[in-house]
């Protein structure tokens, strides 16, 4: 997202000039929003619409309150409720948004690219917040914050993202944003779960988690995402979980102290076993959802600036 930029669609192709900004102004709301000082002024008047056609809680949420917070009027459009169910259009919604003038649109679609679609069809500043298995760009953001928080760098990080990588756009987005900010990624995971030619995108690939994770600075967990699994890419739950869910005994593998993430929602017992997932000093599960409200306060933040009537 340049600074000129109108939306945010994708991590790919961003640089670090325009992510450090970013992360710096996220670090500031993280500030404002504990001691309840965040400016209601900034988004006065300004309308947000959080537009999800895929089920979502704590990134709807997250939206929800980022905006609340910095005062604009918020409104959340979920299919269930809206006249998508009567077949109408991507691009008839997108008239309708432009006719409510709506100024920052977030969209969670199943569809990759439907957000990117949108963007060219309304006048509001298009938020992707999860399209199909391509990005999930305020995830990797938020991802990067929380690092960046507690190791004060990434660059010279190594950094093991686990699991499902081939339906993750959360593995998708964090691996374009931490290569460019000079993390070494490895994808760790069953052959069946990593998408081909992967290395392309300047990771390194591991199918064994002693391997994967030796000596890594931040283990990053992902859902094993089975509603978009069209077959049995997994033998079982309870398999998946012996050779590749993180427990005590893996997580130990890791560079001592090594924080473990996951996006949510968790399956424990599955990716992750609830004694790592809880880990009083190592997980930062928590500490994601509530740099994820900063990460999005300051991306409509930054994009008001920049749409139609900024
Ligand atoms: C992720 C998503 O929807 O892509 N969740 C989230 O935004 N917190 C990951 C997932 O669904 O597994």
């Known amino acids: ?24 102004l996220a670090e500031s709301y993280v500030l404002l929003n504990r001691t309840g000082t965040a400016p209601r002024e900034r988004l006065r ?29 918020v409104i959340t459009m979920s299919v269930a409720t809206s006249s998508v169910n009567k077949g109408e259009t991507l691009l008839d919604t997108a008239a309708t948004l432009n006719a409510m003038q709506c100024d920052l649109l977030v969209v969670r679609h199943a569809a990759s690219g439907a957000p990117a679609l949108l963007a ?3 006048e509001a500043a298009v938020i992707n917040a999860g399209d199909g298995t391509h990005e999930h760009p305020t995830q990797a953001l938020l991802d990067a914050l929380t690092i960046r928080r507690r190791r004060a760098t990434l660059e010279g990080l190594t950094v093991a993202i686990c699991g499902d990588v081939l339906h993750s756009r959360v593995a998708r987005s ?13 994808v760790v995971g069953p052959p069946t779960l990593i998408p081909a030619e992967i ?24 859902r094993l995402q089975q509603e978009r699994m069209a077959r049995g890419l997994v ?9 590749y869910g993180l ?11 090594a924080l473990v993430m996951h996006p949510g929602p968790m399956n424990r017992g599955v990716e992750i076993s609830s004694d790592v997932a809880d880990h009083p000093t190592q997980s930062v599960i928590r500490e994601q959802v509530e740099m994820g409200v900063a990460v999005r306060m300051a991306v409509l933040d930054v994009l008001s600036r920049h749409g139609a009537n900024g």
Do not use: C
């Not at 325009?18 to 992360?23: D, F, M, N, R, V």
């Not at 008047?45 to 005062?71: Q, V, Y």
């Open 45 to 73: 008047g300004r309308t947000l619409i959080n537009l999800f056609f895929e089920d979502s809680t704590r990134t709807r949420t997250s939206f929800e309150l980022a905006g609340k917070r910095l005062g604009a009027d």
């Open 247 to 257: 427990d005590a005994t893996k997580l130990a593998w890791a560079a001592p102290g």
């Open 120 to 122: 060219r069809k309304v």
């Open 235 to 243: 033998p079982s739950a309870r398999e998946y979980f012996r050779f």
């Open 1 to 24: 997202m340049l600074p000129t930029d109108r939306h945010l669609l994708a991590i790919e192709g961003m640089l670090p000039p325009q992510i450090a900004p970013l992360l710096d």
């Open 174 to 186: 964090n691996i374009h944003l931490l290569t460019a900010m000079g993390s070494r990624v490895r």
């Open 199 to 222: 290395e392309r995108l300047g990771v390194s690939v591991h199918h064994d988690m002693r391997t994967g994770l030796a000596g890594v600075d931040v283990v990053m967990m992902l």
